[in-house]
Nanobody, 115 residues
Framework: QVQLVESGGGLVQPGESLLLSCAASENMFNFNDMGWYRQAPGKERELVATINVGGVTNYAGFAEGRFTIFRNNDENTVYLQMIRLKPEDAAVYYC?????????WGQGTQVTVSS
């Protein structure tokens, strides 16, 4: 049914940037909201940013001023632009989508920030 495929992760040095992409298998209008979440080793999965059906965005404190979530509805793709990356940003980043009370997840893409 619903498939979410992330891409764009990789290894960068502190201060560099990455653009993550999440391609959805169906029309973006089907989702109440979509977002990016991350999970570092030994830590819980945490919210990074979300965007709802009306285009309203929400960011975690650590993401404000550095990360931007946006989407292309025609391409069924949501993006996360990350700039000025820090070592503590290293994690597996997951794309999530919600339809009412049901959550769907992608497979994740690894982001490594290291000197």
């Amino acid at each position: 049914q619903v498939q979410l495929v992330e891409s764009g992760g990789g290894l960068v040095q502190p201060g560099e940037s990455l653009l993550l992409s999440c391609a959805a298998s169906e029309n973006m209008f089907n989702f109440n909201d979509m977002g990016w979440y991350r999970q570092a080793p030994g830590k819980e999965r945490e919210l990074v940013a979300t965007i709802n059906v009306g285009g309203v965005t929400n960011y975690a404190g650590f993401a404000e001023g550095r990360f931007t979530i946006f989407r292309n509805n025609d391409e069924n793709t949501v993006y996360l632009q990350m700039i000025r990356l820090k070592p503590e940003d290293a994690a597996v980043y997951y794309c999530g989508a919600r339809i009412l009370s049901r959550r769907y997840w992608g497979q994740g893409t690894q982001v490594t920030v290291s000197s």
